[in-house]
């Protein structure tokens, strides 16, 4: 625990900084800001922010969750799409860590469309994502932020059981398995409605991450996502179906199969990613006779 605290927000705080700045949670951009301190300490903890750290935090509104990392980081870069709250969260900082503020720096973009943020390379992501765009927030950082290990996200219960769902279940599909390219994701534990305002009429759940190396595979991540966009895209029918338009027709995809040593009988959800890994290795790109011709 950082030596120098923050004075968190609670309910009363949120308002009365949301009236400040004409802010209106939207549900366009999915804000639904966190009014409960107990919350963010414990979200902190759960991602095991250390003295080292250089966090992102993605969306962080009115800086419920900001304050509290802000002790524990070395430095935390705060990505947020909204005009008025990127330009009033360092004012925050300011006056509720007036000894931290300075390890705050506020970048206004839209996540996905950044592909470096400034200053020393960011180690761990902890976010209370909007629900609508989460998964896809997760997997551009994991790409664009190679130096990312770890991340703790708070997103909705149904969203974080896909995000770690294993193979052969039916929540299991294309999140879980391109997270699993990039590493190891857990659920760590469940968040109440209450802790939010407005409240959401979801539940919401924490996901823990820590990234590995990817499969050991000569086809490329853009490969082998490929084939699992379409192995999903038609969850219902035998991969030798589903892989039909990817890899020119079923006969192909047979054959790309059982190279790969896979059941062209099986589904898409029986699979882990090191499976679609070794298909994407007998994909049409890979094979010299389906280039097209100059």
Not at 36 to 41: I, Q, W
Not at 71 to 84: G, I, L, M, Q
Not at 143 to 150: E, F, H, Q, W
Not at 169 to 191: C, D, E, F, T
């Amino acid at each position: 625990m950082g030596e120098t605290q923050a004075a968190l927000l609670g309910p009363a705080d949120v308002r009365e900084l949301a009236e400040r700045l004409g802010v209106r949670p939207t549900k366009t951009l999915g804000q639904n800001f966190v009014i409960d301190a107990n919350t963010v300490r414990r979200i902190v903890r759960a991602a095991g922010v250390r003295p080292g750290d250089v966090v992102i935090e993605v969306g962080p509104g009115l800086g419920s969750l900001t304050l509290a990392l802000l002790p524990e980081a070395e430095r935390v870069v705060a990505v947020e799409v909204d005009r008025a709250l990127a330009a009033a969260l360092p004012g925050t900082a300011r006056a509720r860590a007036p000894d931290l503020a300075g390890r705050l720096e506020v970048v206004h973009a839209d996540a996905m469309k950044i592909t470096r943020v400034p200053g020393p390379e960011p180690t761990a992501l902890v976010a209370n994502l909007p629900y609508n765009v989460a998964v896809p927030v997760v997997l551009h950082l994991l790409a664009v932020l190679p130096s990312l290990r770890t991340a703790l996200v708070m997103v909705q219960a149904e969203v974080a059981d896909r995000m770690v769902a294993a193979p052969g279940g039916k929540i299991y599909g294309v999140p879980s398995v391109k997270l699993a390219w990039y590493g190891h994701a857990r659920r760590a534990g469940a968040v109440g409605r209450a802790v939010f305002w407005p409240a959401p009429n979801v539940d919401s759940g924490l996901v823990a991450f820590t990234r590995r190396e990817p499969p050991p595979t000569v086809a490329t991540r853009e490969e082998v996502f490929a084939v699992v966009d379409a192995a999903f895209a038609q969850r219902r029918k035998t991969l030798r179906a589903a892989l039909a338009g990817w890899a020119g027709s079923a006969a192909a995809a047979e054959e790309a199969l059982r190279a790969a040593g896979v059941d062209p009988r099986t589904r898409g959800e029986a699979l882990d990613v090191a499976a679609f890994a070794r298909i994407a290795e007998y994909g049409p790109s890979r094979r010299g006779d389906q280039l097209p011709t100059p």
